[in-house]
């Protein structure tokens, strides 16, 4: 498949009469269901939209360790995959995090300026280091370094699922005590989460979320697993004990994730969806052909992508250099704010 760089190499202005959208995506274990839904639909549709900035997380990934071949391979292929999804680089721009070295270097500014106790607040490091062998002091500074994605843009959303929305308040009060402090430097972001389908949920166990890591394989689906056996999951779904489909994700998380994903992959209502069913069985049946026909555009697309690579590298490149002229600038007020010297 062959890409138009063209757009991708003019440097673009921040304008404050364009939207600017910033999401970022890590490289670590397969992309399931729950990233597709909760946050890369909404990309494909903002980039048209929007001035959008779409990232692939690399230096994220380092928080956990990483077998440097295996991330290198898995990095290439997630950009491939979301060209795959629908991201378009004529229209958005897409980059890899560690290409841009001006998000490290705002990410230590930003992390001098938030607290200890700010930090120890965040769920998703409790989550992640609750049971950790080794907890790395990047897992801690995780979410500086997000908000200095995020924040070098001037970014007005982010599009992310349910789970982001922590790290996005602290963003956002991040940007305005800098704000506050130092001056106007920082655009106030906010998060765009989706009206549906923000927090897909874990198959065989529905009260955690749907995740990459691979402790619930039957739990999860993935975006490029085998047609059949995505059917065969979503069949064998844990429902709730009655047998009535009723849209209520609290009393009803099972059967609730289900319409959820539906409505997702089919653009209905979840409650209204319900109303069309009064068994299980042929809900779990509409729901397996609507995710299996919603994944196969994507996992043809790739396949034709992971056939012949070598435009991929040339693009991500070209993404690079705009998000760099834009990170520059940024650095140049952030620096001069700061007192350090301006290069
Ligand atoms: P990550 O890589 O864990 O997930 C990528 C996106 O997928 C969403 N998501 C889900 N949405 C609905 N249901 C689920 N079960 C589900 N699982 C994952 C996530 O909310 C996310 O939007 N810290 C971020 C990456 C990041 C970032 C950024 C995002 C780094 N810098 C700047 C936005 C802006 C993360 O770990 O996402």
Redesign the pocket.
Known sequence: MIWSAQRAQTPALASPLVTRV?????P?GPV?L??M????RTWVEDQHRADSFY?V?DL?ALTIPQDPEVLRRTTLELAQLLLAVGIDPTVATLFI?SDVSEHTELAWMLECTVSFGELRRMT?FKDKSDDAEFVSAGLFT?PA??AA??LLYDSDE???????RQ?LELTRDIATRFNSRFGETFVVPRATVPKV?????DLQDPTR????SDDSPQGTILVLEELGQVAKKIRRAVTDTDNEVRFDPVGKPGVSNLLSILSACTGGDPAQLADQYDQYGPLKADVAEAVVEYLRPIQERYAELAADPSGVHALLAAGADRARALAEAKMITVRDRLGLPVR
């Open positions: 910033f999401s970022g995506i890590k670590t399931q729950g990233n839904l909760g946050a890369l990232c997380v994220h995090q998703q995780y370094l997000m994605d995020i982010v599009p992310v699922g349910e789970d982001q790290h389908a923000a927090r897909v949920m979320k749907m995740s990459k």
